[in-house]
């Protein structure tokens, strides 16, 4: 029996029954069975896609095209989950019009249930105010915000200053008012995020913030397929990218060493279809 669809309803029931919402970052059609069939609460499509399977150095150099080929391949394979996809870098920040035209086009052409806005600045505001009035969910994403981590010193952990954590409850609360539906947090001290988190009536997913009412990780990264080293919130839970290499190797060894493929990877003939190619070869045509 198939899962029912999550909704936005269903998160905020999740949350005041303060029952942990499931968030992975999935980038194609397979992950997104994965991810469905374990049963998460919600995939995330994230521009993150840039480094982890487009081989990118950075978020920011992810395009709409790309976004859309990688959201619409996972939204193929969710079946129940609630689908956020991330609005990539330069397609929101000119104005609330392509804010808006951005995120209809995922939700027209990737079937995104709601659009994912990083920062909590006067911008960010407006831009959230606009896309929510236009009929599409948001997810807003505060703390350590990749597509400006370079205004923030870089890619490192946020609300660790007196400024910083000031700054970062200001925005919680401002992204709620602007009307986002739910909220990400990234790389901030658990003690700042509990600090805002009474005050927030919508659901809070936390990646390295603490428990707060759900959390997020990448699949790539919790399965250990992302090569090197991760974030330190990072957790992995498997080590599929091993099992892959390995995997690979052996069939390549296999290959070179003439036992694969054997009689039981091909296909029968019959006789005459053999006689009738060779017949073939004898009477080439025209």
Wanted: aromatic residues 4%; charged residues 20%; negative net charge.
């Amino acid at each position: 029996m198939m899962r029912p669809q999550v909704t936005l309803r269903q998160l905020a029931e999740m949350k005041a029954a303060r029952e942990p919402i499931v968030m992975v970052t999935a980038y194609d059609f397979p992950t997104a069975r994965v991810a469905d069939r374990a049963e998460v609460d919600m995939v995330l499509v994230g521009d993150s896609g840039a480094q982890v399977v487009l081989g990118h150095d950075s978020t920011v150099a992810v395009t709409v095209a790309e976004m859309l080929v990688l959201a619409a391949a996972v939204r193929r394979g969710v079946r129940s989950a609630f689908v956020v996809c991330d609005v990539p870098f330069g397609s929101t920040e000119v104005s609330d019009e392509q804010a808006v035209t951005t995120a209809v086009r995922f939700v027209k052409e990737a079937g995104a249930d709601a659009v994912k806005l990083e920062g909590g600045g006067p911008s960010r505001l407006s831009r959230i105010r606009a896309v929510v009035a236009a009929g599409i969910p948001v997810v807003a994403h505060i703390g350590l915000t990749p597509q400006t981590a370079t205004a923030l010193g870089g890619m490192r952990a946020q609300g660790r200053t007196t400024e910083s954590a000031q700054r970062l409850v200001r925005e919680a609360l401002a992204v709620q008012d602007a009307g986002a539906s739910l909220l990400v947090i990234e790389a901030v001290p658990a003690e700042v995020v509990d600090v805002v988190l009474p005050e927030l009536r919508i659901p809070v997913i936390g990646i390295g913030a603490g428990p707060a009412d759900g959390q997020v990780l990448v699949m790539h990264d919790l399965l250990g397929i992302t090569e090197g080293k991760t974030a330190a919130f990072v957790k992995r839970y498997a080590a599929i990218g091993e099992a892959m290499v390995d995997g690979v190797a052996a069939y390549a060894r296999e290959v070179r060493a003439g036992v694969f493929p054997a009689a039981e990877h091909g296909y029968a003939a019959a006789p005459e279809a053999v006689e009738a190619a060779r017949a073939a070869l004898a009477q080439p045509g025209d």
